[in-house]
């Protein structure tokens, strides 16, 4: 039995170096950083084409009637508008327009994007926000912009930021759709660790 033991033992401790020195000697692969490149480029596009996609929907609205308290789809106001076009796409909004500005990311002025939430003071312009609007192109400058919303006066319409009107009403704007972060493989977990 002692024998049977010691063999045993000695048929383990074999292997196990064996296993050890075998790994040990196995290089390690190098990071893939093309793949890394390629996915993250794959990312960006589907966030861009779930963007583009938002606003070919949001601009088959056009010409909708202005309602206060609507939500479409064939009268809107202009937060049951901005909530109607994201909820079709997955995102839930709140209903009035002073909260969906917490429903994204605030965005600076100089880094505007198309899908971007935009708000103005209402008709008072004491100060709060009273309209909301989908950005739908940046100018050059990533200053000034077009966006799509519900006017009272022309239903669903677009303008541009430096329309006299929304000029001096502007507020902010907040990011809903965010880039979507890469999976990170374990390798880049223990670097980021580091």
């Keep these: 039995m002692k024998l049977f033991s010691k063999l045993f033992i000695f048929t383990l401790v074999s292997v196990l170096s064996f296993n050890f020195t075998a790994n040990a000697a196995d290089p390690e692969p190098a990071p893939n950083f093309t793949k890394g490149i390629k996915e993250l480029a794959k990312i960006t596009k589907e966030n861009t084409t779930q963007i583009e996609?938002?606003?070919?929907?949001?601009?088959?609205?056009?010409?909708?009637?202005?309602?206060?308290?609507?939500?479409?789809?064939h009268r809107f106001d202009c937060s049951g508008f901005t909530s109607y076009v994201f909820r079709e796409f997955g995102y839930?909004?709140?209903?009035?327009?002073?909260?969906?500005v917490h429903n994204g990311k605030r965005v600076e002025r100089g880094n505007l994007k198309?899908?971007?939430?935009?708000?103005?003071?209402g008709r008072s312009n004491r100060g709060g926000i009273g309209h909301v609007g989908i950005i739908t192109e940046v100018d050059a400058n990533g200053h000034d912009f077009y966006f799509i919303h519900a006017s009272t006066h022309n239903g669903i319409t677009v303008n541009h930021s430096t329309n006299s009107y929304y000029k001096v009403r502007y507020r902010g704007a907040c990011r809903v759709i965010q880039p979507k972060e890469p999976e990170l493989s374990l390798l880049d977990e223990l670097k980021k660790s580091k």
């Design 53 to 73: 996609n938002l606003l070919k929907f949001a601009y088959k609205f056009k010409g909708v009637p202005y309602r206060l308290g609507a939500n479409g789809p």
């Design 92 to 100: 839930k909004l709140a209903r009035r327009a002073s909260l969906q």
């Design 114 to 121: 198309a899908g971007d939430l935009v708000f103005f003071g």
